[in-house]
Nanobody, 122 residues
């Protein structure tokens, strides 16, 4: 059974940084593409970033390109999301996901973590 556990969320000031971690279990590191989605209050859940299982190719939503970086450590079965230059609009619950295909489409996600809150505020 695939399990995904996020950590690293919190409160940060605008312009600050956070690093989210997703510890995966129940599968080997190269079986699934791992992604990050987020959902702000009153908004739909949206894809933020995804990293391929096979070649490590990365994908980003336009809203975070140049600010966020996704990476994975297959030996530790852990994926990271480094978030820099954070804005109040980045405030949301961030979810780690596992999918058979690389995707930023929530309808194609196979498994979800429980989420971690990120709040960007002064």
């Amino acid at each position: 059974q695939v399990q995904l556990v996020e950590s690293g969320g919190g409160l940060v000031q605008p312009g600050g940084s956070l690093r989210l971690s997703c510890a995966a279990s129940g599968f080997t590191g190269t079986d699934y593409a791992i992604g990050w989605f987020r959902q702000a209050p009153g908004k739909e859940r949206e894809g933020v970033s995804c990293i391929s299982a096979s070649d490590g190719a990365t994908y980003y939503a336009d809203s975070v390109k140049g600010r966020f970086t996704i990476s994975r450590d297959n030996a530790k079965n852990t994926v990271y999301l480094q978030m820099n230059s954070l804005k109040p609009d980045d405030t949301a619950v961030y979810y780690c996901t596992a999918s058979i295909v690389v995707t930023l489409d929530r309808d194609l996600v196979g498994a979800w973590g429980q989420g971690t809150q990120v709040t960007v505020s002064s």
